[in-house]
């Protein structure tokens, strides 16, 4: 956490960083389009905007975990996100 919150002062930590919510935003992303595929999400699903919202979500949770280490307010964030993605889902 303190590498992202003062990543950008150093170039290359900053690179990692980026590089690494990148490389999680496409996973996400591609398990999105798979499940759209397999029908597990509904066909209009905007595979992109739920991975970043997912990349954010489980950096969210990291800063609860440190900041509060609060696991109700966690576990309330998880269930909000996953009632959501089911809205979403296949009919």
Same mark, same amino acid.
């Given at each position: 956490?303190? /590498?992202? #919150?003062? $990543?950008?002062?150093?170039?290359? +930590?900053?690179?990692?960083?980026c590089?690494? %919510?990148?490389?999680?935003?496409?996973?996400?992303?591609?398990?999105?389009?798979? /499940?759209? #595929?397999? $029908?597990?999400?509904?066909?209009? +699903?905007?595979c992109?905007?739920?991975?970043? %919202?997912?990349?954010?979500?489980?950096?969210?949770?990291a800063?609860?975990?440190r /900041?509060?280490?609060?696991?109700?307010?966690?576990?309330?964030?998880?269930?909000?996100?996953?009632?959501?993605?089911?809205?979403?889902?296949?009919?």
């Amino acid at each position: 956490m303190a /590498a992202m #919150e003062l $990543g950008q002062s150093g170039v290359e +930590t900053a690179g990692l960083i980026c590089g690494n %919510l990148e490389t999680m935003q496409d996973a996400f992303e591609a398990r999105c389009r798979k /499940a759209v #595929e397999d $029908g597990e999400l509904a066909a209009g +699903t905007d595979c992109s905007s739920l991975a970043a %919202l997912l990349v954010s979500m489980t950096r969210g949770l990291a800063v609860i975990n440190r /900041a509060e280490g609060n696991s109700v307010l966690a576990r309330q964030a998880v269930d909000g996100l996953l009632n959501s993605v089911t809205l979403v889902g296949a009919p």
